[in-house]
């Protein structure tokens, strides 16, 4: 793929990335502030950006996000439907002329995944979503009804809030704390995911769906609006309720709500599937791409035979 684009690395934002973004186009599933905002978030290390022109022309302003060995968009599992503001019919290009060893996220995108030959491996994950438009209900097992019944009954003395202050954080913190290893990408993604949360709770785009016992936060869903749906972002129960099916009961009130709240889908995506294929049929799936230039992946490589324990 002949690119013909040239590429101005930032450490740091400048005004030549803000006169970019007033000529490209602004995607409602994150604004260019909001872009912005996560770019220039000093909090998290190892962040750099893009500015990719043709004849000097802007066709992308592309942030990026260190981790260990690769880079990764900012907004990389943080925000469906979006990587970077861009020309999109130029991705591929993007892409190539970045010349960094880069993993991206299909995650409800429409855009395909363009040919290149720097594409090392694709990876396709199948994703569950939860029609409301339906009696979507009839659409669970007898087995899988019981046992919502049977939290419903098991849960009634709980209370049910949206949005209560503190709760997006105590899902977000606790969902780190459970199933992130590395302690310094748990405060590096945390610090990413609060700036989107604080500016999508403002557009009415980011709900907090809790459950609490005597006012203590027992389990919690974060979800975003993208489109007609909601998209689950992150979840989270306490270990110490598990005999009254406060999961169950959780998943069981975020269809309903969403559902009288009008919205038209539920995404629960595609990783843990099994327990997901119990409330919602497969329609559709994610993609991941390991994109690298040749000669970065080949010294990659080389890295990682000499970091191997014998």
């Known amino acids: 793929m002949k690119a013909n684009l040239t590429v101005h690395w930032f450490e740091k934002w400048h005004p030549d990335l803000d006169a970019a973004l007033l000529l490209l186009p602004e995607k409602k599933s994150c604004p260019h502030e909001l872009f912005k905002q996560l770019v220039q978030n000093d909090s998290v290390p190892g962040k750099r950006t893009a500015l990719v022109t043709k004849d000097d022309a802007p066709v992308a302003v592309v942030g990026l996000r260190k981790r260990v060995d690769n880079w990764v968009p900012v907004t990389h ?41 720097y594409i090392i491996n ?49 899902v977000v913190e606790n969902s780190y704390m459970k199933w992130e290893e590395n ?63 406060i999961g169950t009961y959780i998943m069981d009130l975020t269809f309903s709500w969403a559902k009288d709240a009008g919205f038209h889908n539920v995404d629960m995506g595609g990783d843990y599937a099994d327990y997901k294929k119990r409330w919602a049929q497969c329609k559709g799936e994610k993609i991941n791409i390991h994109i690298c230039p040749p000669h970065k992946f080949f010294i990659n490589k080389i890295k990682h035979s000499f970091n191997r324990v014998p």
């Open 77 to 117: 599992y943080l925000l469906p439907g979006f990587f970077f503001p861009m020309q999109e019919a130029c991705l591929g290009s993007i892409l190539e002329s970045l010349n960094v060893n880069l993993w991206m996220s299909w995650w409800r995108n429409n855009i395909p995944v363009p040919q290149s030959r």
């Open 122 to 170: 694709i990876e396709k994950i199948p994703t569950y979503m939860l029609g409301l438009t339906q009696d979507y209900e009839q659409t669970w097992t007898k087995k899988h009804f019981k046992n919502v019944r049977s939290a419903r009954k098991h849960c009634q003395d709980f209370t049910f809030a949206v949005n209560p202050p503190g709760s997006a954080e105590w």
């Open 183 to 245: 302690a310094d990408a748990q405060d590096v993604e945390q610090s990413d995911e609060q700036i989107i949360i604080n500016y999508l709770e403002k557009m009415n785009r980011h709900y907090s769906l809790i459950l609490m016992d005597k006012g203590e936060f027992i389990a919690g869903s974060n979800l975003i609006v993208h489109g007609s749906d909601l998209v689950g972002v992150k979840t989270f129960r306490r270990a110490e309720y598990d005999n009254f099916s």
